[in-house]
């Protein structure tokens, strides 16, 4: 692999444009994991990412994942892994966008894990950045795969609406429905039209439909969620999904009011939370590679503020907010160090090196390698900075503070879609230079630490790659014999004997104890967690609650 972009660890002393030196304001950052104390604070000398940087940060992933049970996959060109047979799927999950992408990646893994579950699991990827964050996915597949050749257009930076319209011809969508005679339950992402046929398609066959909703807002776009519930994503009349599974209790609510107020009966709205929470915690646990990104990311020194920019699609506003965070970069000093992440499927930042190299800061931010997750560059980081992207949530459930850097006309808007985490105070936004120099300042104040569990006001439930697991294995299990026909489980015949409740939790017992034990994942040990947090709390997802 070629050399990647420099690096520099912190940049000339002394503040610019008359700003407040940042030292005042950022000094004594908490890092995480600690560093070796230095006696002063000194500007680090030029450096660049070598091969063997980006080896040691390989290996320390490969490691951590292998010890968490987490296989690691590098974002290369797209393979296709199929674990069974098509017509041996029950389960397919339909994947083109990264937010839905990173949310339903655990759900069919965990189904993949536990063989138990009667399921067989299939992911349709219909184009970046799906097929490159499911490379080497067991199950994997696209459409040419299924006897469909279609060229699904991507998301690029000039345009990030790529493809959001595009829909399979009659033919086409008869030959997928074809290639799967088996399947029962159909889970799409909700962003694109193609998702919506799809869905649409095989629950007119008869197979359940369940649109996930991956957004961290209350707000519901018109021509993305509402269109999959109305039916107007494909200009039809009825819905597209027969279930809708969101992030949030705030766009549960959402979703069932406008079903009720257009008299849409049958379609079942359960908020589930974010099974990303989940990866995040277990990146944030991953101490040796959080170690080794903040080594090459922002170097050794303890004083040194390492704070990273998630990127995001592209477009005007997006631009706006790189412009702002490049004038951050030109106007803090060596004290801070900056990071640019960019969003999966993006990997050469274009568009950001260019408004980079207009502030003259190019030498002064770390392009964030390919193949590295932004999960732990953020573990790694004092700050974590977007436009607006869903890692902020992120980052705050993983204890690190996160900001919305953004220009003032987009403020208004964020404060409508994303509701009660702007409102509460858990993510901030900042529309300046200044705002942001003041915000990284409470920040620091804090020790550089969020209170995670203030995401509770936030409405988004706990455990959600365990809860959703268990919903798809109950729709795609076929529904039981007649009661007349089968033998009363013990817990019905101690109920119906009139037995105490010490007999009944006996019975329940040993009904489920086996599953208990099957299903429960164990809490790795011998890992120190860097979730921020100093409370230490059992998240661990597993089905029996459900079952």
């Not at 690691?72 to 799927?89: H, K, M």
């Not at 950045?129 to 699904?152: D, H, K, Y």
């Not at 549960?252 to 079942?268: E, H, L, N, P, R």
């Not at 439930?461 to 299990?477: D, E």
Request: charged share 10%.
């Amino acid at each position: 692999r070629a050399v990647l972009a420099t690096l520099v660890v912190a940049a000339a002393s002394g503040a610019s444009g008359g700003l407040p030196p940042p030292r005042a304001r950022w000094a004594s950052p908490r890092p995480h994991p600690p560093h070796p104390p230095t006696s002063t604070l000194h500007t680090a000398p030029r450096r660049t990412i070598q091969p063997s940087h980006r080896e040691h940060l390989d290996s320390s992933a490969r490691s951590g994942a292998e010890a968490s049970g987490r296989v690691s996959r590098e974002a290369t060109t797209p393979e296709v892994f199929s674990a069974a047979p098509l017509d041996t799927i029950t389960v397919l999950f339909v994947c083109h966008d990264a937010g839905e992408s990173y949310g339903l990646q655990p759900v069919a893994e965990q189904l993949q894990l536990q063989e138990a579950t009667g399921v067989t699991v299939g992911i349709l990827t219909l184009a970046r950045p799906a097929t490159t964050i499911f490379s080497g996915f067991p199950g994997a597949m696209t459409l040419e795969s299924l006897g469909v050749n279609v060229r699904v257009l991507s998301p690029t930076p000039s345009d990030p609406t790529a493809g959001r319209t595009q829909v399979l011809g009659p033919s086409e969508l008869q030959a997928v429905l074809r290639s799967l005679p088996a399947l029962r339950v159909v889970v799409v992402g909700m962003v694109y039209a193609m998702q919506a046929q799809l869905a649409s398609a095989f629950l007119r066959a008869g197979r359940v439909s369940v649109g996930y909703w991956d957004s961290f807002g209350t707000a519901l776009p018109q021509g993305l969620g509402q269109g999959f519930l109305t039916g107007a994503a494909l200009n039809q009349t009825s819905p597209t999904v027969s279930t809708i599974l969101t992030v949030t209790q705030a766009a549960a609510q959402g979703f069932s009011s406008v079903a009720k107020g257009k008299g849409i009966d049958g379609v079942t709205v359960k908020a589930v939370g974010s099974p990303t929470l989940g990866q995040w915690a277990e990146a944030a646990a991953n101490t040796s590679a959080v170690t080794a990104t903040r080594h090459v990311l922002y170097g050794d020194n303890r004083s040194t503020v390492g704070v990273v920019f998630a990127g995001g699609y592209g477009g005007a506003d997006y631009n706006a907010s790189i412009t702002l965070f490049a004038q951050l970069v030109a106007a803090a000093n060596g004290s801070a160090a900056f990071a640019f992440a960019p969003h999966p499927g993006y990997g050469n930042a274009s568009v950001e090196r260019a408004i980079f190299a207009l502030h003259n800061v190019s030498n002064r931010v770390t392009i964030v390698p390919s193949g590295v997750e932004t999960s732990t560059v953020v573990a790694a980081s004092n700050a974590s900075l977007s436009g607006g992207s869903s890692v902020g949530v992120q980052s705050l459930a993983i204890g690190v503070p996160a900001m919305f850097l953004v220009d003032e006309a987009v403020e208004a808007g964020l404060n409508a879609s994303w509701g009660v985490v702007l409102t509460a105070g858990l993510l901030r936004v900042a529309t300046s230079v200044e705002s942001a120099v003041a915000l990284l300042g409470e920040f620091q104040a804090a020790g550089w630490r969020f209170d995670r569990h203030r995401l509770a006001t936030a409405g988004i439930p706990s455990n959600a790659t365990a809860t959703m697991a268990s919903i798809v294995v109950r729709l795609a299990t076929p529904s039981p014999p007649s009661r007349s026909h089968t033998r009363e489980s013990p817990v019905a015949v101690a109920v119906a004997a009139g037995c105490g409740g010490v007999i009944l939790c006996a019975c329940l017992y040993s009904t489920l104890g086996p599953y208990a034990q099957r299903y429960t994942s164990p809490t790795p040990s011998g890992r120190q967690s860097n979730i921020r947090d100093d409370e230490s709390d059992d998240d661990s997802e597993h089905l029996l609650g459900s079952l």
